[in-house]
């Protein structure tokens, strides 16, 4: 079973998962300079692998991507260039716009469901139930940690939407965590990919 409860070719135990592995793998460290830009395609192939194959759920799962990356990327810039009460009251919007989307999302859908059990009333909300069940609240967490930092000028907003797209749809962390810091990431993300032998030893034994 895949990471929707659904039956789908890319479980974490499935043999889908392990090629897509075996293939991007290699090509990233074939890449050289355009690394990240490998991670990037991998992850969001991911995402839309281990979604419901059918049209309206891949529209869904492009909205909040497209959704998500532009509240944090234009917000950051936005927030990076502004002073004072503006500086603030730009943070609280684009991190209000961003939770209020996680609501709307994971949330009111079983609210709802809620509401129409205790009311006996018809359940006419089944096109709200398709956020919770793909990492949308980890997507969101990095988003606000990233647009926080920028605010308290702990670094300045990134130009590159690539990057910032990487940082918070990167695939390997919304399966094992831990929520990251933008520099921390954009660091390695930014690093010729090298093969290093101490590196896979390191893997290996954990």
Not at 166 to 174: D, K, T
Request: charged share 15%; proline share 4%; with cysteine.
């Amino acid at each position: 079973r895949g990471l929707h409860g659904a039956e789908n070719n890319m479980s974490l135990t499935s043999f889908g998962f392990f090629a897509f592995l075996l293939v991007g793998i290699p090509v990233y460290y074939l890449s050289g300079r355009y690394g990240r830009y490998v991670l990037l395609a991998m992850s969001l192939y991911f995402y839309f692998a281990i979604a419901p194959a059918t049209v309206s759920y891949q529209v869904k799962l492009t909205a909040i991507v497209l959704y998500i990356l532009t509240v944090t990327y234009v917000g950051a810039l936005l927030i990076d260039r502004a002073k004072g009460r503006w500086r603030t009251l730009l943070t609280f919007l684009s991190i209000a716009g961003l939770a209020a989307f996680l609501f709307f999302t994971k949330y009111l859908y079983q609210i709802l469901e809620s509401l129409s059990v205790l009311f006996h009333a018809p359940n006419r909300f089944s096109f709200l139930q398709f956020g919770s069940v793909i990492g949308v609240s980890y997507f969101i967490l990095s988003a606000i940690g990233y647009l926080i930092d920028v605010c308290w000028q702990s670094y300045p907003a990134e130009k590159n939407p690539g990057t910032v797209c990487l940082f918070i749809f990167f695939f390997p962390q919304v399966i094992s965590g831990p929520v990251t810091r933008f520099p921390e990431m954009k660091e390695q993300f930014c690093k010729r990919p090298v093969l290093d032998w101490g590196t896979i030893e390191h893997g290996i034994r954990r």
